[in-house]
């Protein structure tokens, strides 16, 4: 049988923090990587839009087209709305 306290268990099972020198250089660094896919998005949004859009006019397939327009639109909704929820919330009209 262990000896050891509850506490001591505790304190083996946590994972120790490693410190991070936190530089100019890393901090910029790591902004960069958080900023360009951020910057990103919306763009390859807009560009799977007229992708759609075109596909749609050269196979005459509006219902296609509508419902790939769907889809971008919620989301979008989630970039303004923070989370899924919200934009098929706002959409559907949930009752929270």
Not at 20 to 25: A, D, P, S, V
Not at 60 to 77: C, D, P, S, Y
């Amino acid at each position: 049988m262990s000896t050891r306290t509850a506490k001591e268990r505790s304190e083996k099972l946590l994972i120790p923090k490693i410190k991070e020198n936190l530089t100019f250089e890393s901090v910029k660094r790591k902004k960069i990587w958080i900023f360009i896919p951020v910057l990103a998005f919306p763009h390859l949004l807009v560009l799977a839009y007229v992708y759609q859009l075109i596909l749609s006019l050269y196979f005459v397939n509006w219902m296609f087209f509508g419902i790939i327009t769907f889809f971008l639109l919620i989301l979008l909704l989630e970039i303004v709305f923070d989370t899924k929820t919200n934009a098929f919330c706002s959409l559907l009209g949930c009752v929270s």
